[in-house]
């Protein structure tokens, strides 16, 4: 079926997002309708009040990024205008799967089981009413899914949706960006859309664009170290985490049933929280946490690094079982509860996932010769000296503790760590 626009959208980001009949079908499902309560940056809005933009309108963002990236696909001859319309219902629905909190909820279902939010997607794609409507306009369910979530044949259309090139990306930095305030994530995305090629099945980019590729690159960077992993977002967001964690056998929250999944948004997974029976310290804790996250009375950062890519060594203090330790031998260095000091461990790609998960090692440019004939070179990532410089992984490890027992544990934390958390690691492992 040939996308035809039926309705249009007006967007802060992109103008006017226009939608075919079939799109505007699966937009009003239920199931769809629920992305508008779960907000695209978790507890962002604590820090960046204006942050309060959804999963909704960032899925219609990337469905406006990836049908642009097919008609200029189809104007150079690499893709039928058939596909444009199963392209644009993929991007709609990368995010159909995300549950409260959005990121966020994903560490908690990664630490009580081994189901992500695309699993969940996979589920509400094809056992939902979307799967009924998208059969009625003639789309299989199951090869919907499958590009969503990077498992189509075609391996370039995979890269719109998800990677370095993706419409993913070039949406949430836009929106992002925008909402709260952060200038790092503005990026030139007509740009590198207008520059698409396509080579051996798999996404490339014209030479002239490596630019304006490398800056999206360096902005999504700032835009982690910013706004994602600021102190105070993840002060929130630790908070959270734990109140959830310590309430899902209490609530079952990671029940990945749809019909108990499909319940959780934001502000229903905070009521629950809220109003749990305290019948024991674990549930009263994970009340005071939510009550603390609502009234944004949030936790003191007392100690922060950042790990880079030579940090081998550093990177073990990650396991569980160390991070338990050092929580527990710095509250006890500083005579407090051990519930009153927090450890959090964040780590991300500096550069995007592939679809399949795999680190992007490399970009494939098309340029032309003296004859004005079509040349192609694999270009790695380590020879584009920015991005090379921040590729591996952003880690950081930071401690938080409530504002009562800062002074104690700030004291205790100096004397724990001593000139830093490697000297503390290579102490606990002789």
Same mark, same amino acid.
């Given at each position: ?30 199931? %769809? ?22 999963? *909704? ?8 990024? /990836? ?33 409260? *909190? ?7 279902? $990664? ?27 003639? %789309? ?12 189509? #044949? ?34 030139? /995305? ?5 520059? %698409? ?10 030479? /002239? ?14 835009? *982690? ?60 804790? /994970? ?74 090692? $490399? ?44 002074? #104690? ?17 290579? #102490?606990?492992?002789?």
């Amino acid at each position: 079926m040939v996308f035809t626009p039926v309705s249009e959208i007006s967007d802060p980001i992109h103008g006017y997002v226009y939608l075919s009949e079939v799109e505007r079908s699966v937009i009003d499902t239920r199931v %769809f309708q629920r992305l508008r309560r779960i907000r695209q940056l978790a507890g962002a809005h604590l820090t960046y009040p204006s942050a309060q933009h959804s999963r *909704f309108e960032h899925s219609l963002g990337t469905m406006h990024v /990836a049908g642009f990236a097919g008609n200029i696909l189809l104007n150079k001859g690499y893709m039928d205008e058939d596909r444009i319309q199963v392209l644009r219902l993929a991007a709609l629905l990368h995010d159909v799967g995300h549950g409260p *909190f959005s990121h966020l909820f994903e560490e908690v279902m $990664a630490e009580r089981s081994n189901v992500t939010h695309e699993d969940i997607g996979r589920k509400i794609i094809q056992q939902t009413e979307i799967k009924d409507i998208l059969g009625k306009y003639g %789309f299989d369910a199951k090869s919907i899914t499958a590009l969503s979530f990077g498992e189509s #044949k075609i391996s370039f259309l995979n890269e719109i949706i998800a990677g370095g090139l993706s419409a993913d990306i070039m949406d949430y930095l836009q929106r992002d960006s925008y909402f709260t305030g952060a200038e790092y994530g503005k990026i030139d /995305a007509e740009r590198i859309i207008s520059s %698409f090629e396509v080579y051996n099945n798999k996404l490339a980019l014209d030479k /002239a664009a490596l630019y304006s590729f490398e800056s999206m690159m360096i902005s999504r960077y700032e835009m *982690f170290k910013a706004v994602y992993f600021h102190k105070t977002v993840r002060s929130a967001e630790v908070m959270m985490l734990r109140s959830m964690m310590l309430a899902d056998e209490e609530l079952h929250l990671t029940d990945a049933s749809l019909e108990n999944y499909l319940e959780l948004t934001d502000d229903a997974t905070m009521v629950r929280l809220i109003t749990l029976p305290t019948k024991n310290d674990q549930l009263k804790l /994970a009340v005071k946490l939510a009550r603390d996250y609502r009234d944004r009375k949030l936790l003191k950062c007392v100690f922060e690094k950042i790990l880079h890519k030579s940090d081998s060594i550093v990177r073990k203090v990650f396991s569980k079982r160390l991070l338990k330790s050092m929580t527990e031998e710095i509250a006890g260095s500083a005579g407090v509860d051990p519930n009153h000091v927090y450890i959090d461990a964040s780590k991300a790609p500096s550069v995007p996932l592939t679809p399949a998960k795999e680190e992007l090692s $490399a970009i494939v440019l098309i340029g032309k010769d003296a004859n004005g004939k079509k040349t192609q070179y694999t270009l790695p990532i380590r020879e584009i000296p920015l991005i090379s410089s921040i590729s591996g992984f952003m880690d950081m490890i930071r401690v938080y503790t409530t504002t009562e027992s800062r002074a #104690k544990v700030e004291k205790a934390v100096k004397k724990v760590l001593g000139t830093g958390v490697e000297s503390w690691y290579e #102490k606990v492992s002789m």
